[in-house]
Structures are given as C-alpha cells and as structure tokens.
C-alpha cells in the first residue's frame, strides 16, 4: 500500500453499516407505477357473456346518481313523474353516447360519463329565477326551466373546449406532482361522503342489509370455495341489488310504508316516484324535444363555473381510473383532448336537454377496483345498455325503481376505494417530509371543510353562503367552493409550487412523475392512450 502524508499505519478494518431502522420487521416495498392486481387491465378483455354481465353492473351502478339527480331537480322545477321519467331517459342517452366518446377518442380510460352533480347550483339558481315569473301552471314553469338550462348549457360548454383543445388544462397539469395529486383524487372520492351513510340511513334498514352483505359476500364468502371466489368477486353488486330490491319490494307490497312521510316512502318504497306507470314504452330523445333553448348571460356565467368545477373533478377521476385499470397516470396532451372533448359532450347535452352536464362517474371507476377489471371494452359495451334503456323507458323505469339508500350503501365501498387509491400515489413521494406532510394535510382538510360549509348553508333554490349584489358572482363562487376536488387542487398546487418547489423536487416525487409529463417520456403513454388506428387517420397529429 502507498502511503501519503495522511496515512501512515495499517488501514482500519471496515466497520459493517448499520441496516436502515425498521427493516428487521418487514419488506420495504418499492413505488409500482402500475396497479398489477388486476385480472382484466385497460386493454385486456373477459370472454364475451362476461363482459356483458359486467357492462350491465356498470350501467347499474351509474343508475343511482342519474335517478337522485332527476328526483332531486324536477320536482323544483314543477315537472311531474312523466316528466321526470322523460329527464332521466334524456341522461342516461346524454351518459351512453358520451361514454363512448371519451372512451374512443377522448381519454381512452375505462371511464362512466354519468350526470355531475356540480351543475346543481347553476341549475337550482335558474329554476329560483323562474319562480318569480308568472307561468299558467307548473308544466309551462318546467318547460321554461329546462330550456334556460339548455341555453346555459350549450355556451357554457366552450369554457371546456377551450381548456382542453388550447391546451391550456394540460399545460396546467404539469404543475400537479404526486402531492397534489394524493389530496385531489383522495378528496374525489372523500368529498362525496354526504351520498353514502346519510343517504343510507334515509331508510335503515334496507341500506345498511346492503352494506352489511356486499362487504361479507364480496369479501369474506369468496373464501369458501375457489369457484366462488371469481363469481363473488366481480357479481357480488348485483347479486346483492337483487336481494335487497326483492326485499325492498315485499316490504312495500306489505304495506309497510304506507302510514309513513312522503320522504321516506320516496326513499324507502320500490315505487316511490311512479316511474314505471308514468314511463312511454318507447320514446328516442331528440335534439331540442323541449322547445328553443332559452339565453340568459347570468345563468351562462353561472353555468360556466360548473363547467370549471366538472373539469377538476372528471381530471382526478381520470388519474383514479388510470390506476385501477393497469394504466399509467395520463398525460398531459391526453387530459387536454378529454376536456376538450367532455366540452363537446356538454354541448350535445344542451342539445338534447339534459338537465345537467355530465362528467367522469366516480362510483364506476370505485367498481373497477372492486371487480378487479378494467377493460375498456366493457364499459363501452355499458354505454349500449345506457342507450337501450333510454329508448326502452319501462324498462329504465324498472331498474330506476330500485331504492336510493341501496345505492347509497354500494357507494359506501366504491367511493372509500377511489379515496384510497389516491391515498396509494403517495408512495412516490417522501411521506416522511415535513413539508410533504404540511401540504397533504391542509389540502385535505381543506377541500372537505370548506366545500362541507358552502354545501351546508346552501339551501333548496340554490343560495350559498356568497350572497352579493351579483346573482352570477355568487352561483360561480359558491359552485367553485362546494367542490371538494376544485378546493383540494387550489390548496395543493399553490402550496406546492409557492414553498421552495426547486429545492424539494425528489421529496415531491417529481422524478418520478416527470415520464408522464410529456408525449414521448414513456413508452406505454402510446399504448394506453393512441387513438384506434382507422381513427388517427381523420384526426389531426397535434390532437394525437
């Protein structure tokens, strides 16, 4: 050995390092950019007589909203059940064709475009407005009410457009690292929490049964035999739908909901808004069925925050949907192009007279984790059952009778399941900064808090707790605040991007997440996300 000026003996023997703390007790495990424990993944399919089955349990699943929202908004606006049945078929048409759209040329996710329910302040401030008018009676009222919602609609859906096909959303995208993302898609599913247990607890006990006997069928019975353990797993929800609605229907045949209020006959009885006597046999919504759309620059305006908030809340259900389909998170360009396109599908809503705009449905995405499939093609095959009964309106209205707290209690699981996988994206950030940790935690608690106070001083006509002057100014703040997604993003990306980003660029995961940021940073953007390949060929590159 050579000596120098600074050693002049024997080198010391090597002293062992220390293992890390902790790692006696247990495997450290390593981030996994995509969700592996999946049977089926995005472009996997089951056999055919599986796919419809689970494309039926989709459209199922997406029923719930479609009826709430209907049964929540045209009472108000003085329709009677044959006009409520007549908005519902209107959704679910508006919900099956733009499903195909986002997942043909949209965001290519396995992704349920149901009706959101962001619109209802803008809807409910209309239908207030109305009601200061002299109308003969409530049907001209209802007529008057949906065509303003048309109108709002349809200019309203260029705010999405523009976001999406300027690029201007996906430029903004680039901000998100994996601690803003954790907070808003968590608080996707978080923030949806008033449409679970106190729905459920509406009517007791068929809601909690429910709850009761998907969580053991689906998670503990599957253990007794092999071969049930695959039919559990993916059919436990309509299995369990089937049970509860038959014994829903026995309890209202047996008269035990006659002596009771009419709130709880409407969400206990099979029977509770007469859709299946009021529903037409046939009957194909049509583009302008209501009358010419009604324009009024407040609503537009209005409608316009909603169409912000949709935005926010179909991005962070797409990251969810990404994850427990086997995808990577989407790029940028890809959330671009689907809010573009989501702009085009509230368009055609306002067309056809939807009552609402539609968006990224939560509670199907919650269902590709709880199955454990995620092929797109079954839920494009959903969208056909969506179509059908929106044609075939008895029997819609058939399946539209099932009880509100039964859906209630599904959502108790889908929903905890998309909270939770936004929960898993922390794994690529350091969840043992304290900045990290300062951010996550505000983002959270804000985005539920804030939005909780502005849902619970709003009242039936749509009055939030901003009550100026201006009826737009308010219908726009109190929309933007009541959404806990919007509200977590805002608090996340501002903190994130204002406190030292530069100097916490690995804590926040940002090497991590940087390949999904641009087109060509991983080599499966292009296999998840390319257009089908007849369709590249009419569709400009810089939209690929």
């Not at 950019?33 to 494309?55: G, K, R």
């Not at 100026?468 to 933007?480: A, E, V």
């Not at 390319?530 to 810089?542: L, V």
Request: charged share 10%; glycine share 8%.
């Amino acid at each position: 050995m050579v000596e120098t000026g600074h050693n002049h003996g024997p080198s010391p023997a090597p002293v062992p390092m220390a293992p890390p703390l902790g790692s006696a007790r247990g495997p450290v495990y390593t981030p996994v950019e995509q969700f592996q424990a999946l049977d089926f993944c995005i472009h996997s399919n089951p056999s055919w007589h599986e796919t419809v089955l689970l494309a039926f349990q989709h459209y199922i699943v997406m029923l719930g909203s479609t009826v709430l929202i209907a049964t929540t908004l045209v009472p108000i606006m003085g329709g009677d059940p044959k006009e409520m049945a007549k908005v519902i078929q209107t959704l679910l048409l508006m919900s099956g064709i733009n499903t195909l759209l986002q997942t043909l040329v949209g965001a290519r996710l396995p992704t349920v475009m149901g009706p959101s329910f962001a619109y209802l302040i803008a809807a409910l401030s209309i239908v207030n407005d109305d009601a200061h008018q002299n109308f003969v009676d409530d049907p001209q009222r209802f007529n008057h009410s949906i065509r303003t919602i048309q109108g709002s609609l349809i200019v309203s859906s260029f705010v999405n457009m523009i976001l999406g096909y300027s690029k201007v959303w996906g430029h903004f995208t680039r901000f998100l690292s994996p601690i803003v993302i954790v907070p808003f898609v968590s608080v996707v599913g978080l923030g949806l929490f008033m449409r679970g247990f106190p729905q459920l607890a509406n009517c007791v006990e068929i809601g909690l049964p429910m709850l009761v006997l998907v969580v053991v069928s689906q998670q503990y019975l599957k253990r007794l035999h092999s071969r049930a353990e695959v039919v559990l797993e993916r059919y436990a929800l309509l299995l369990c739908i089937a049970l509860i609605w038959a014994f829903a229907a026995i309890l209202t045949v047996a008269g035990a909901y006659n002596h009771v209020s009419a709130t709880r006959q409407a969400s206990c009885r099979t029977n509770g808004y007469h859709l299946l006597s009021k529903a037409p046999w046939i009957r194909i919504p049509y583009p302008f069925q209501y009358g010419a759309p009604i324009f009024k620059a407040g609503h537009v305006i209005a409608m316009m925050g909603a169409a912000l908030v949709s935005s926010a809340e179909t991005t962070g259900t797409f990251y969810a949907a990404a994850r427990l389909s086997g995808a990577t998170p989407p790029p940028p360009h890809v959330l671009s192009r689907s809010i573009g396109l989501q702009g085009i599908s509230m368009f055609l809503d306002g067309i056809f007279g939807a009552a609402v705009g539609t968006t990224a449905s939560v509670e199907n995405v919650g269902l590709l984790g709880l199955t454990r499939i995620g092929s797109r093609r079954v839920v494009q095959i959903s969208s056909t059952f969506m179509i059908f009964f929106s044609i075939f309106g008895k029997f819609g209205a058939f399946f539209a009778s099932i009880p509100l707290p039964i859906f209630a209690a599904i959502y108790c699981v889908l929903f905890g399941l998309v909270a939770a996988c936004g929960i898993s994206l922390i794994q690529f950030a350091n969840n043992n900064s304290r900045r990290n940790l300062y951010i996550l935690g505000l983002s959270l608690f804000l985005g539920i808090s804030i939005s909780q106070y502005f849902v619970t001083n709003t009242d039936n006509l749509g009055h939030g707790p901003v009550r100026t002057g201006g009826g737009w100014f308010n219908d726009i703040l109190n929309t933007i605040f009541s959404s806990p997604p919007l509200v977590a993003l805002i608090v996340g990306a501002l903190l994130d991007n204002t406190l030292e980003p530069h100097k916490h660029v690995g804590d926040r995961g940002v090497p991590w997440w940087a390949p999904y940021m641009h087109r060509k940073g991983d080599v499966r953007n292009e296999e998840f996300y390319s257009y089908p390949m007849r369709i590249m060929e009419f569709i400009p590159s810089r939209f690929h």
